[in-house]
């Protein structure tokens, strides 16, 4: 058997920054258990499997599929950076002549526009709630120390812990972070948590980006996520709350680095927009 497969480097232009994901496209339905093993074998944090819905469905011309995504150890219910992969390869590569494309996915239906270089995902908003410190304070002081904590939340949608650290720090403070699985799989066992979120607030005078993060998820066997859209469905909710916008630029400083443009919608989702670079082409061959 042979798949096409691609990796492309999502919510960034240039080749080997942003998030990589592997992008799969399923001519026919694929045995249960081989997309674990091709995730687990692509060693991504996520790869994505876009399959046709119905017989007639062509990747060049039909505009709805569907898709899953796999980490290297289970399957997730939602992923930002390889759904933008998977339009980009349906786009750029496959040539879909769609101006809209539909997914179903675990998440309900996802849909990628293009928008002069950027593609466009819509996207579910979650919302992050009040968190009572003491319940997770063995994970933060894992993740941060003793460093100042400005406001803890918690989204019960995503399982993610939302960590703001105190606005006297710089994007720099972040970046320096050095951070240990172990460390944060010994300090958060009750299956709680799936994913942790740092965040500083950013350039204050209205330009540059509004808001920082970093994303860890070693519970999913992914220690840090370069780039992660489904976050920043967390995010989105959270900054723009604070900040009083509904337009926002964010900047996810991990080593890579990537960058997503934030529209909040009139109908409770969010629009989160980025670049894409296609860095690999070829067959899986099994």
């Excluded at 949608?157 to 970046?175: F, G, H, P, Q």
């Excluded at 994303?215 to 992660?228: I, K």
């Excluded at 670049?275 to 690999?280: K, N």
Aim: aromatic share 8%; proline share 4%; with cysteine.
């Amino acid at each position: 058997m042979q798949i096409p497969v691609f990796t492309v480097d999502a919510f960034t232009n240039r080749p080997f920054s942003g998030n990589p994901a592997a992008v799969c496209l399923l001519e026919n339905d694929l045995d249960e258990d081989l997309h674990q093993k091709i995730a687990t074998e692509m060693n991504l944090s996520e790869t994505a499997f876009i399959r046709k819905l119905k017989p007639g469905d062509d990747f060049t011309k039909s505009s709805c599929f569907g898709l899953r995504w796999f980490t290297p150890t289970n399957e997730v219910p939602l992923c930002g950076h390889a759904t933008l992969a998977s339009a980009a390869v349906l786009f750029h590569v496959q040539k879909n002549t769609n101006l809209v494309l539909t997914f179903v996915t675990l998440s309900g239906e996802l849909k990628a526009r293009q928008v002069k270089d950027h593609i466009v995902l819509d996207l579910p908003l979650y919302t992050a709630y009040p968190q009572e410190l003491k319940e997770v304070e063995e994970l933060i002081k894992a993740a941060v120390g003793d460093m100042i904590v400005q406001d803890v939340r918690y989204s019960p949608d995503t399982k993610n812990l939302l960590v703001r650290l105190s606005d006297t720090y710089e994007r720099s403070v972040l970046e320096d972070l050095k951070v240990s699985a172990q460390h944060f799989l010994s300090a958060e066992k009750t299956g709680k948590v799936k994913g942790l979120i740092l965040t500083v607030k950013g350039n204050s005078s209205g330009k540059g980006h509004d808001f920082y993060s970093r994303y860890f998820a070693p519970w999913y066997g992914v220690l840090e996520d370069p780039v992660t859209g489904s976050t920043h469905a967390v995010l989105s909710s959270y900054w723009s709350e604070q900040l009083g916008k509904k337009e926002m630029l964010a900047f996810q400083c991990s080593r890579r680095g990537g960058e997503l443009k934030i529209s909040m919608r009139s109908d409770g989702r969010v629009d989160i927009a980025g670049q894409t670079a296609v860095v690999l082409k070829g067959n899986l061959t099994f």
